[in-house]
């Protein structure tokens, strides 16, 4: 351990990601960043090769950055998994999505262990960042590792450390994010923390062991998806009953305590707040556990956009409409402001809910130039204009994008659905109305 650890401080260690994603390419960056030789593993040819070129495909990277330290030969990007020899640390952050049956998907960080093996040595610390459920470091991930014929926490170290990446916070980023470490054994603990004290500008939370650290990445977003669960619902009771709920909770956020403002919105996007509690959920079947408010609250949110369509419906009817053949012009496609994400993004959903309906749906959005989602590919048209706005029947916000010019669309809309409040600063509210 002391041997690994002193090559960390004295930063002659190699450091390795796997998987350079929205998660991983930040990461490895970091690593660089901070002086370490790394080195990017990823199975898609078209992202190594751009890694290599210095051309960044991830928002939260900074392009001067990436395009630095590759051509300061501190980053390269391979297919080549035998390079995993040339590593003393490897961070595992690949996809863990959901199947069809709604159960985890650990396929990728199951690979990524089996590619990793042949090429294992001594001294060696691997980390896993992909959010999944608790137990999968020690029940998956440790039996494959020690296939090696190497003793983990003897001969290497294995921890589990969950992401903590935000798409467009302009605040808080990988580096300056706290990170929780939890590894098999102390010593296990001991090395990961020891990494990430080196690349990062932040706290290192140790706790006793990686289910800890599995449990504590899904407590955080389980506790998102229960509260926005809380408010969606709200918000069906406040529409019945003529309440703004909008206007509710920026009433109980002027409490300064024991109150933390969510708030409701057309479903969930990205990948993790509408994924994990699925994970736990799963696991706690295992014990003949039910999680009945974790569950509640994930009904809810999944139906989220199956209620805008509804109310969409409501809105035309009252214009003596139908949606059928009307036309629908959407609003943002991304799954959170200012962002080019769209994975598991609720304004898609609600688009397809509307197509079922037989609406001529179109969208926009500045950040999201086209998406392909189950195979369907959308193209957004190319600018909000007076025509684009005036012929549609309805428009529909879903994404609050701060770059959207909200008095233009209030002005020459018939009637807009603002599921997001994003019009809240719109002196003309006559033709809005809010989720």
């Not at 599995?214 to 977003?221: H, Q, S, Y």
């Not at 998806?225 to 920026?250: P, Q």
């Amino acid at each position: 351990m002391q041997k690994l650890k002193k090559k960390l401080l004295d930063k002659t260690a190699t450091l390795g990601v796997v998987g350079l994603g929205y998660v991983g390419l930040p990461l490895a960056v970091e690593k660089a960043k901070a002086g370490y030789k790394t080195i990017g593993f990823d199975v898609q040819e078209d992202k190594v090769k751009m890694v290599n070129l210095g051309n960044n495909y991830i928002g939260d990277v900074v392009n001067e950055d990436l395009e630095a330290i590759v051509n300061s030969g501190l980053l390269i990007a391979t297919t080549d998994f035998s390079k995993v020899a040339n590593a003393d640390c490897i961070c595992i952050c690949v996809p863990t999505p959901l199947d069809e049956h709604q159960q985890p998907d650990i396929s990728y960080v199951k690979a990524s262990a089996e590619s990793i093996v042949p090429y294992m040595h001594k001294d060696m610390l691997i980390v896993l960042e992909s959010t999944t459920y608790p137990g999968t470091t020690e029940e998956l991930l440790k039996p494959i590792l020690e296939s090696s014929g190497l003793k983990c926490g003897v001969d290497f170290y294995l921890a589990f450390s969950p992401e903590r990446v935000d798409p467009g916070n302009l605040i808080y980023k990988t580096k300056n994010t706290p990170k929780v470490v939890g590894g098999i054994t102390p010593e296990c603990t001991d090395v990961a923390a020891t990494m990430y004290e080196a690349i990062l500008e932040a706290p290192i939370h140790k706790v006793s062991t990686p289910a800890v650290a599995e449990m504590e990445k899904i407590l955080e977003n389980t506790y998102r998806n229960v509260n926005i669960g809380l408010v969606n619902e709200l918000s069906m009771l406040c529409n019945k009953m003529g309440i703004n709920l909008w206007e509710v909770i920026d009433a109980a956020k002027s409490k300064p305590y024991g109150f933390q403002a969510f708030y409701p919105g057309p479903g969930l996007g990205g990948h993790c707040i509408p994924l994990d509690p699925y994970y736990l959920s799963w696991k706690a079947r295992e014990y003949g556990f039910h999680t009945s408010m974790i569950e509640s609250s994930m009904m809810i949110n999944d139906k989220m956009p199956e209620y805008c369509t509804e109310r969409a419906s409501h809105i035309l009817n009252r214009f003596e409409k139908s949606l059928n053949k009307s036309k629908i012009l959407v609003i943002g496609v991304a799954y959170k402001q200012d962002i080019s994400d769209y994975r598991e993004s609720p304004a898609i959903r609600v688009i397809e809910e509307l197509e079922k309906t037989g609406a001529n749906v179109e969208y926009f959005d500045s950040w999201v130039s086209e998406c392909n989602v189950k195979g369907i590919e959308r193209k957004s048209i190319p600018e909000l204009t007076k025509e684009s706005l005036s012929n549609s029947d309805l428009v529909i916000i879903t994404t609050s994008h701060t770059n959207v010019d909200y008095e233009f669309i209030q002005k020459y809309s018939k009637v807009v659905f603002d599921t997001k409040n994003a019009m809240k600063d719109v002196k003309d509210k006559s033709n809005i109305e809010l989720l």
